[in-house]
């Protein structure tokens, strides 16, 4: 019996550093803060230079759509600026 209980209270010591490292600290909740401050302020500006809806900056936060958001800004017609036709 004692192998057993000393097996078990390894996998709950191992299971509670696992959950510690899991779970997200004061520093990490600052670095993604300031990441979307360093990128999110500069990203709306652009956005409303542009003459689209600030708000767009916001999907320039999610995998694989800032992408496409990326090329639709650098290809497409903006509202603001002048035709050249």
Do not use: Y
């Amino acid at each position: 019996m004692a192998p057993r209980t000393a097996f078990r209270n390894s996998l709950s010591r191992h299971n509670k550093e696992q959950m510690k490292m899991m779970s997200w600290s004061m520093e990490h909740w600052l670095v993604l803060l300031a990441t979307a401050v360093i990128f999110g302020i500069p990203l709306w500006r652009i956005v409303a230079r542009t003459g689209h809806p600030c708000v767009m900056a916001i999907l320039f936060f999610i995998p694989l759509i800032n992408v496409g958001m990326l090329w639709w800004l650098a290809c497409g017609k903006w509202p603001s600026a002048p035709d050249r036709s």
